[in-house]
């Protein structure tokens, strides 16, 4: 495949299109949380404990611009939330799973042990 410019930037190849998509240390891990049901902003914080309040919020923001995850806004005081996957976003968890597999295998290759399964 020949290269390609989106949004101003270079590509060279798909995998490196997707990993801009879905790649970085907290893409993956959101949808993957999303994966099983809905999740409040709180919820997600939570469950990624190393992630600045910033960090969640743009990348959330990203994933909701690029398609992976609806926002739902619920008129309440105070808001409720609620982020969800969308069918583009569904169908990247199995890939996730790959990639999520494919880590815990060099993990226990290299005598790193699994400390949490999420």
Do not use: C
């Not at 190849?13 to 790649?23: A, C, M, R």
């Not at 994933?63 to 008129?75: A, Q, S, T």
């Not at 890939?95 to 290759?109: A, S």
């Amino acid at each position: 495949m020949s290269d390609f410019i989106f949004e101003g930037k270079l590509f060279h190849n798909p995998v490196e299109f997707v990993l801009h998509k879905i790649g970085g240390t907290w893409k993956m891990p959101i949808l993957w949380r999303l994966k099983e049901k809905p999740m409040r902003y709180g919820e997600l914080k939570k469950s990624l404990s190393k992630v600045t309040d910033k960090m969640l919020a743009t990348q959330l923001r990203e994933l909701e611009k690029d398609g992976f995850i609806n926002r739902v806004v619920y008129p309440v005081v105070p808001p409720h939330t609620e982020y969800s996957l969308t069918e583009k976003g569904k169908y990247s968890i199995p890939v996730i799973e790959v990639i999520r597999g494919y880590g815990i295998e060099l993990m226990k290759e290299d005598g790193i042990r699994e400390k949490e399964s999420k």
